[in-house]
Structures are given as C-alpha cells and as structure tokens.
C-alpha cells in the first residue's frame, strides 16, 4: 500500500523545551494509525505538525501530494495552504460555531474556505450529518445538542473539507461515559469505510479493534510501534507496558 502520510526526523521545542525528539511514521493509504503515550509525551503536538498547525523547527512531513520540509525554514503561505487542505482536525471538544447550526458548522469551511457552490455542499452536508447519525439535528444550534452530537457534528464537518486523511485528537476523552459508544461507532464506521485516520486516544477497545498500527510515545520519541496486537497485546518496552498497565488498571 501506499503511504498517505510519511513522517521524517520531527523536532520541535518549545523555548528550550525539546518536546519532539525525532519523530517518524508512516500511515500507509486506507488504515489507522493509534496514538498512544503518557500525558506531555507530544502526541498533540505531532498531531497539529500534522496538520501545520503547529511548525516543526526540524524534519519533513508528507501528506498526500504535499511535502513540507522543516529543515528549509519556515514554509511559505501558498505551500501551507496547500498542505493543509490534505487534512482535516476532529478536536476533544468545544469548537463548534456557537451561532451556527450544525449545518452551517459543516457547510462554513467548504463554502467559505474552499469556495464551493453553496447548493452542492449542503447537500453533501446534510448526507454527512446523516451518516454520522443526526439528520433531525441539521437545524439545531450546539447547544441544542448532547457532547456527542456536537463531536459528531465535528466529524461531519471535518469529512465536509474531503480531506485525505483525518486527524482526532481525543475525540471522546472530554464526553460522558455514556456518550463515548456513540462517536467510537462512527469512527469504526469510516475506518471501515477505508478513511485513512490517525487517532489520539486512551479507548483501548478502539485501538485493539480498529488500528492497523499503534504508535506508543514518549519524551517526543515513538518508543514502539507495530500492530496493536504487539504493542498493546505484548509490548516490548518497559515504558510501553508500565503505561498500558496504568491505563488498563487504574486504581
Ligand atoms: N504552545 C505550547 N507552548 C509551550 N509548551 C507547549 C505548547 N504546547 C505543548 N507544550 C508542551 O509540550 C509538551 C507536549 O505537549 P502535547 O500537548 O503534545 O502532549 P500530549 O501527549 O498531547 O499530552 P496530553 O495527553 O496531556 O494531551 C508538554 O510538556 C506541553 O506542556
Ligand atoms: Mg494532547
């Protein structure tokens, strides 16, 4: 299979803080890529170098037919531009448009930013909302609407941008228990699809069941990676199975 995403030598610091420490990956088109590791390991900040939300000060990343290198400064806007329109972001939470619906949440970056007709997008927004279970709720404003809703919401509106890949950031760690089933279905479901994804998360089950690759990193490094059933089944590292055994049995 092809990579879809090929990662090379990432550092990045904050001051003189070195948080990524040379990361490289490779998601190969059509899978899913977990990310795992203990809290500040850097599994955000990869995640945004992804998507250039966050510039790394080293290293090369590939996304689809774009390459940005690090090493060569800072990229310039046509080139960022066109590297981000590879991606979209699913965020933990809190970042839908208050005064919009969740229609107008979804169709706002396909109309505005990619300046695609109006008529065709909410068409396409409103099969996206159905598929991700809320077509009653295409008028609804996020208030209206439980954590999960909204979270699904986000993942019409990332799907909207036709991303090549789909970037989650612990898409369900700020949701109620009870509300988490709901978006990890949905999840499944375009992993399934083929939707090439790569998924921050604590939802072991989801890793277990669904991820093609797990990445376990720590201090800025992916320390292991293989298929979940190595690295969470039976990891190599010290720090791999000290993490997984916090994890799986918390006190
Ligand atoms: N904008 C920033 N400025 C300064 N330091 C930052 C910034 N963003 C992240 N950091 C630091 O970089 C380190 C890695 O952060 P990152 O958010 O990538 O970790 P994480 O693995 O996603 O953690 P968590 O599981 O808590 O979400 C942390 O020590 C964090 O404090
Ligand atoms: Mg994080």
Known sequence: MTDLISVRGLTKSFGDRPVLRGIDFAVPEGTVTVVIGPSGSGKTTVLRSLNALELPDGGTVTVGSETLDFAAGEPGRAALAR?????????????????????????????????????????????????????????????????????????????????????????????????????????????????????????MAFARDVADQVLFVDGGKVLESGPPAEVIGDPQQARTREFLDRILHPL
């Open 83 to 203: 590297y981000r329109a590879q991606s979209a972001m699913v965020f933990q939470s809190h970042n839908l448009f208050p005064h919009k619906t969740a229609l107008e949440n979804v169709t706002e970056g396909p109309i505005v930013v990619q300046r695609r007709p109006a008529g065709d997008v909410e068409a396409e927004a409103r099969a996206l909302l159905d598929r991700v279970g809320l077509a009653d709720h295409a008028d609804k404003y996020p208030h209206q609407l439980s954590g999960g809703q909204q979270q699904r919401v986000g993942i019409a509106r990332a799907l909207a941008l036709r991303p090549k890949v789909v970037l989650f950031d612990e898409p369900t760690s700020a949701l109620d228990p009870e509300l988490v089933g709901g978006v990890l279905t949905v999840m499944r479901d375009l992993a399934t699809e083929g939707r090439t994804m790569v998924v921050v998360t604590h939802e």
